[in-house]
């Protein structure tokens, strides 16, 4: 670069950057866009980040087919230019030197390179051999297109429903949640409550450090004068805290406690909001046997059930003062205010992750706080997609795309005509949910294990199942199970993959992702995958037609057409499982228009394809106006934006699970968690992230600035407990649970603060699989696992 | 080498603030841009990776400053030797 144009560079980046810190980046975008500062041979277009759930857009610059620069994008209104250190290193996650370049199968227990052929005809080999005991295993990392084909693939092809996603470790709870408040699933609201609240709530959530970008809105509305009163309540002191007015430390599992305490309160003070209520809510309790539908209550019933959790019983199961309960129930009884709840793994990641849901909607609902922007009961999800592929497309072992499920007739039925498949063909029984499908993969055949084969596409599940031991074991791994790992990168899981495919990854390849707002987003490809990697999609459909070519009965509609048929504008057939010819055509508008006919059926309602490339994503339902344009939807079941909300309602839930407009006000009783600190394993144990790396750092570890940053994982530690057991920061200690024991240094006084009895680690490092001692037991309804507590004891290590 | 835009928010404390002004105005690395209240737009520019790393280190340490919000990054330099410089992981032994 010359001196000339490094100087242009850096007075444009400066330009950009100074309009961010003013606020008006998005107004003055034509004119501080930094890649102005770039000739014609940089070629920019726009892409959402491929990290966390925010969706964050990134304008990607390209020259001589590798990424140059990464910059924010000033148009899109999820982050107006701002991107977190993650954004930044986006483009430089391609990059690593050892992105996996051709597919290798295991032979003689060595991996040796094979060709893409043999590669697609080893994983029909498995496919045939017994079509029921073959898996898929994806995540909310597979774009809205790659989930829609492996959920058709699974569930109208091979027809055994024997598909889930890594997103049942983290937000299943957060679906169930929804499903049994409002009966359908995902969030009411969107980022502009963030903009709008007086009132944020932390439950469990550390968005300053997993959502930087939302929560950087907070920051700029502090910065221009306004109040925003944030109260953090968690387990252990993070940087969130640090920005809060309010600390609500609390005992594990005891968040239930704490909401019913609030509801309590209300009801106690008559502060609950009775014309809301009255016009709509229900009210309900726990079913016997358990449904996620529960049981009606009446309002006298749910207020005696509350009767117990006054302050003070509060106080005493969750160490929260009982004043701070009061001052939390006194906000929400206060109409002049708008409240926000944001929450994540904290309330995810738990056994009794469904109620917990259920309770903070109906503290929400209860009290009005609900329907107005700056009102809202919000959850974030931690994968770019999780809402998009995984909650939306339905990847889920029980889910049909667009809302639906495999055990209602007229789900399957629908999804049977969309498919053009013959009535029958998709199964009614759900397939296994990931702890239940990684354990039959896991149990030989002869005593139960009837998995045996799992394909797993961009995840790492070989990192970050819990119990890992249990779950997936290359020790004890039956000879006759076969694992096959789509990836970009060597990791955990392809250590012990039988088949490795080479993977593109992010602008390798076409996408469209649906973030934490019910914005879907759209970006095309821009550069070439290394080597012979190829798109996971491809992958997909190369494997169905050669189970077609095999005669697998499944691979046909029922007009004899292969499932993956695909046209030119001419309407000429392209043969898009051979790769030279993948990107003949748009395979993602292709099969985004075949899946976005199931988005109505549940008022998700897409746009066309085209209409994504104009916008920066668009939150759904996207409904088309009179006048042919397409309008998107910023808050749901209120009329003044929602369409499908009859006129004069004002408020109403039209998919209620008691069909009568009305959202659901849950009872849950506080019971224990399956496993708590004892004299034998005295310490809670908490997992989670960090800000530099995403989830199992495959991708973040291979970036050198993110590497130092954060270069391996740790336990923070209490300081008193450490000087109790006389250990010094940085030392090594054993951790032990039930299940598994590890050692790793300690820090002291680190980013995070757990409390005394408490320890956080994360779970980012491969090379300490702290997943060896978390718990493999999870919720009822969501079958989510609990990452975020178990009991676990403490050795420090002599040396 | 990498040239960074970025937004830095200031801690409200007047003493820590202007001390991290002030250091932000030492580093030659730094150029610092116009305030908006507590938030500060920054250009880093540095030579080589190792100074990229060191002062990136540095402004994030700095007791006064209390967000990071990234606005741009060029790294066109370091693409044309990007294998050799973004490296692999060292794997589960």
Same mark, same amino acid.
């Given at each position: 670069?010359?001196?000339?144009?490094?100087?242009?560079?850096?007075?444009?980046?400066?330009?950009?950057?100074?309009?961010?810190?003013?606020?008006?980046?998005?107004?003055?975008?034509?004119?501080?866009?930094?890649?102005?500062?770039?000739?014609?041979?940089?070629?920019?277009?726009?892409?959402?980040?491929?990290?966390?759930?925010?969706?964050?857009?990134?304008?990607?610059?390209?020259?001589?087919?590798?990424?140059?620069?990464?910059?924010?994008?000033?148009?899109?209104?999820?982050?107006?230019?701002?991107?977190?250190?993650?954004?930044?290193?986006?483009?430089?996650?391609?990059?690593?030197?050892?992105?996996?370049?051709?597919?290798?199968?295991?032979?003689?227990?060595?991996?040796?390179?094979?060709?893409?052929?043999?590669?697609?005809?080893?994983?029909?080999?498995?496919?045939?051999?017994?079509?029921?005991?073959?898996?898929?295993?994806?995540?909310?990392?597979?774009?809205?297109?790659?989930?829609?084909?492996?959920?058709?693939?699974?569930?109208?092809?091979?027809?055994?429903?024997?598909?889930?996603?890594?997103?049942?470790?983290?937000?299943?709870?957060? *679906?169930?949640?929804?499903?049994?408040?409002?009966?359908?699933?995902?969030?009411?609201?969107?980022?502009?409550?963030?903009?709008?609240?007086?009132?944020?709530?932390?439950?469990?959530?550390?968005?300053?450090?997993?959502?930087? =970008?939302?929560?950087?809105?907070?920051?700029?509305?502090?910065?221009?004068?306004?109040?925003?009163?944030l109260i953090d309540i968690g387990t252990r002191r993070t940087r969130t805290t640090a920005h809060a007015q309010h600390f609500l430390e609390f005992e594990p599992n005891t968040d239930l406690a704490i909401?019913?305490?609030?509801?309590?309160?209300?009801?106690?003070?008559?502060?609950?909001?009775?014309?809301?209520?009255?016009?709509?809510?229900?009210?309900?309790?726990?079913?016997?046997?358990?449904?996620?539908?529960?049981?009606?209550?009446?309002?006298?019933?749910?207020?005696?059930?509350?009767?117990?959790?006054?302050?003070?019983?509060?106080?005493?199961?969750?160490?929260?003062?009982?004043?701070?309960?009061?001052?939390?129930?006194?906000?929400?009884?206060?109409?002049?205010?708008?409240?926000?709840?944001?929450?994540?793994?904290?309330?995810?990641?738990?056994?009794?992750?469904?109620?917990?849901?259920?309770?903070?909607?109906?503290?929400?609902?209860?009290?009005?706080?609900?329907?107005?922007?700056?009102?809202?009961?919000?959850? &974030?999800?931690?994968?770019?997609?999780?809402?998009?592929? *995984?909650?939306?497309?339905?990847?889920?072992?029980?889910?049909?795309?667009?809302?639906? *499920?495999?055990?209602?007739?007229?789900?399957?039925?629908?999804?049977?005509?969309?498919?053009?498949?013959?009535?029958?063909?998709?199964?009614?029984?759900?397939?296994?949910?990931?702890?239940?499908?990684?354990?039959?993969?896991?149990?030989?055949?002869?005593?139960?294990?009837?998995?045996?084969?799992?394909?797993?596409? =961009?995840?790492?599940?070989?990192?970050?199942?819990?119990? /890992?031991?249990?779950?997936?074991?290359?020790?004890?791994?039956?000879?006759?199970?076969?694992?096959?790992?789509?990836?970009?990168?060597?990791?955990?899981?392809?250590?012990?993959?039988?088949?490795?495919?080479?993977?593109?990854?992010? =602008?390798?390849?076409?996408?469209?992702?649906?973030?934490?707002?019910? /914005? $879907?987003?759209?970006?095309?490809?821009?550069?070439?995958?290394?080597?012979?990697?190829?798109?996971?999609?491809?992958?997909?459909?190369?494997?169905?037609?050669?189970?077609?070519?095999?005669?697998?009965?499944?691979?046909?509609?029922?007009?004899?057409?292969?499932?993956?048929?695909?046209?030119?504008?001419?309407?000429?057939?392209?043969? *898009?499982?051979?790769?030279?010819?993948?990107?003949?055509?748009?395979?993602?508008?292709?099969?985004?228009?075949?899946?976005?006919?199931?988005?109505?059926?549940?008022?998700?309602?897409?746009?066309?394809?085209?209409?994504?490339?104009?916008?920066?994503?668009?939150?759904?339902?996207?409904?088309?106006?009179?006048?042919?344009?397409?309008?998107? $939807?910023?808050?749901?079941?209120?009329?003044?934006?929602?369409?499908?909300?009859?006129?004069?309602?004002?408020?109403?839930?039209?998919?209620?699970?008691?069909?009568?407009?009305?959202?659901?006000?849950?009872?849950?009783?506080?019971?224990?968690?399956?496993?708590?600190?004892?004299?034998?394993?005295?310490?809670?144990?908490?997992?989670?992230?960090?800000?530099?790396?995403?989830?199992?750092?495959?991708?973040?570890?291979?970036?050198?600035?993110?590497?130092?940053?954060?270069?391996?994982?740790?336990?923070?530690?209490?300081?008193?407990?450490?000087?109790?057991?006389?250990?010094?920061?940085?030392?090594?200690?054993?951790?032990?649970?039930?299940?598994?024991?590890?050692?790793?240094?300690?820090?002291?006084?680190? /980013?995070?603060?757990?409390?005394?009895?408490?320890?956080?680690?994360?779970?980012?490092?491969?090379?300490?699989?702290?997943? &060896?001692?978390?718990?493999?037991?999870?919720?009822?309804?969501?079958?989510?696992?609990?990452?975020?507590?178990?009991?676990?004891?403490?050795?420090?290590?002599?040396? | 080498?990498?040239?960074?835009?970025?937004?830095?928010? &200031?801690?409200?404390?007047?003493?820590?603030?202007?001390?991290?002004?002030?250091?932000?105005?030492?580093?030659?690395?730094?150029?610092?841009?116009?305030?908006?209240?507590?938030?500060?737009?920054?250009?880093?520019?540095?030579?080589?990776?190792?100074?990229?790393?060191?002062?990136?280190?540095? &402004?994030?340490?700095?007791?006064?400053?209390?967000?990071?919000?990234?606005?741009?990054?060029?790294?066109?330099?370091?693409?044309?030797?990007?294998?050799?410089? =973004?490296?692999?992981?060292?794997?589960?032994?």
């Amino acid at each position: 670069m010359t001196p000339d144009r490094r100087e242009f560079l850096k007075l444009s980046a400066l330009a950009a950057a100074s309009a961010a810190a003013a606020g008006t980046f998005a107004q003055e975008a034509a004119a501080e866009d930094p890649t102005r500062a770039y000739g014609p041979g940089v070629r920019w277009d726009k892409a959402p980040c491929r990290f966390c759930g925010t969706g964050c857009h990134v304008q990607v610059g390209v020259e001589k087919g590798k990424i140059v620069a990464i910059a924010g994008d000033p148009q899109a209104e999820v982050n107006k230019g701002l991107l977190c250190v993650k954004g930044y290193h986006v483009g430089l996650a391609l990059y690593g030197e050892d992105r996996l370049r051709t597919p290798m199968l295991r032979k003689n227990g060595q991996l040796v390179p094979i060709s893409w052929e043999e590669a697609i005809q080893t994983i029909a080999d498995r496919v045939m051999m017994d079509p029921a005991g073959f898996a898929m295993y994806g995540s909310g990392q597979w774009t809205i297109p790659e989930g829609y084909a492996a959920q058709k693939l699974m569930k109208g092809g091979i027809a055994n429903n024997q598909i889930d996603p890594n997103a049942r470790l983290c937000m299943a709870s957060a *679906v169930t949640g929804f499903l049994a408040v409002y009966g359908v699933d995902e969030p009411a609201g969107c980022y502009t409550d963030l903009d709008e609240c007086d009132v944020l709530i932390c439950w469990g959530n550390n968005p300053a450090e997993m959502h930087p =970008v939302l929560f950087s809105r907070v920051i700029d509305r502090r910065n221009r004068g306004e109040e925003v009163l944030l109260i953090d309540i968690g387990t252990r002191r993070t940087r969130t805290t640090a920005h809060a007015q309010h600390f609500l430390e609390f005992e594990p599992n005891t968040d239930l406690a704490i909401a019913n305490g609030v509801a309590h309160l209300l009801l106690k003070s008559g502060t609950y909001d009775k014309d809301f209520v009255s016009k709509h809510c229900n009210f309900r309790k726990p079913s016997e046997p358990a449904a996620l539908e529960g049981a009606a209550m009446s309002f006298e019933e749910f207020s005696a059930a509350l009767a117990p959790f006054t302050p003070e019983y509060v106080e005493r199961l969750s160490g929260v003062p009982a004043k701070d309960i009061r001052m939390l129930a006194g906000l929400f009884g206060r109409r002049d205010l708008k409240i926000t709840s944001l929450w994540c793994m904290g309330m995810n990641q738990h056994t009794r992750g469904t109620a917990i849901n259920s309770l903070v909607h109906g503290v929400h609902l209860l009290s009005g706080h609900f329907g107005r922007p700056g009102d809202a009961p919000t959850s &974030l999800t931690g994968q770019p997609s999780a809402c998009g592929t *995984v909650r939306e497309v339905g990847t889920l072992s029980h889910a049909l795309p667009g809302g639906g *499920v495999v055990t209602k007739d007229e789900h399957r039925a629908n999804a049977e005509k969309l498919w053009n498949l013959p009535a029958g063909r998709i199964s009614a029984k759900p397939g296994y949910h990931t702890v239940e499908m990684w354990k039959r993969w896991s149990t030989p055949k002869k005593d139960g294990g009837d998995i045996h084969t799992i394909w797993v596409q =961009v995840t790492n599940p070989g990192q970050t199942l819990p119990n /890992r031991s249990l779950l997936v074991d290359p020790g004890v791994k039956d000879p006759d199970k076969f694992l096959i790992c789509s990836d970009v990168y060597p990791t955990a899981t392809t250590q012990i993959a039988d088949l490795i495919l080479p993977s593109a990854m992010w =602008v390798e390849k076409n996408g469209m992702f649906g973030n934490s707002e019910r /914005r $879907t987003q759209q970006w095309f490809k821009m550069v070439s995958p290394p080597g012979d990697a190829r798109d996971d999609c491809w992958q997909t459909i190369a494997v169905a037609k050669e189970l077609h070519r095999r005669g697998h009965p499944g691979m046909l509609d029922k007009d004899g057409r292969f499932l993956f048929t695909f046209a030119d504008a001419q309407g000429r057939e392209v043969p *898009v499982w051979e790769w030279r010819r993948y990107y003949e055509l748009n395979v993602d508008k292709a099969l985004f228009e075949e899946y976005r006919l199931f988005s109505r059926t549940k008022h998700k309602d897409l746009a066309p394809y085209d209409e994504y490339v104009k916008a920066r994503g668009l939150r759904w339902p996207v409904v088309q106006q009179p006048d042919g344009t397409w309008r998107e $939807t910023r808050f749901r079941f209120s009329e003044f934006d929602d369409p499908y909300v009859k006129k004069g309602a004002e408020i109403e839930f039209y998919h209620s699970t008691t069909k009568d407009g009305r959202a659901q006000i849950w009872f849950h009783p506080a019971d224990p968690p399956p496993e708590s600190p004892d004299g034998q394993y005295p310490f809670w144990l908490c997992t989670g992230r960090v800000l530099e790396h995403w989830h199992s750092g495959t991708m973040t570890r291979r970036i050198p600035q993110l590497r130092a940053a954060m270069p391996q994982a740790y336990v923070e530690m209490n300081r008193h407990d450490a000087q109790k057991l006389g250990i010094q920061n940085g030392e090594t200690v054993r951790l032990t649970t039930r299940r598994g024991s590890i050692t790793l240094p300690v820090w002291i006084d680190g /980013r995070g603060d757990p409390p005394p009895g408490s320890l956080f680690v994360p779970f980012f490092d491969e090379r300490i699989q702290i997943n &060896l001692l978390t718990l493999h037991e999870y919720d009822p309804f969501s079958k989510q696992p609990d990452y975020k507590k178990c009991a676990v004891s403490v050795t420090r290590i002599v040396s | 080498m990498p040239i960074v835009s970025a937004v830095l928010t &200031l801690s409200q404390t007047p003493t820590l603030r202007a001390a991290t002004l002030a250091t932000l105005q030492s580093t030659p690395a730094v150029t610092l841009g116009e305030a908006h209240g507590d938030r500060v737009p920054v250009v880093l520019d540095t030579p080589d990776r190792a100074q990229d790393k060191a002062a990136w280190d540095a &402004l994030e340490s700095l007791p006064g400053v209390t967000f990071i919000e990234l606005v741009f990054a060029d790294f066109s330099d370091l693409s044309n030797h990007q294998d050799a410089d =973004v490296g692999a992981v060292e794997s589960t032994p």
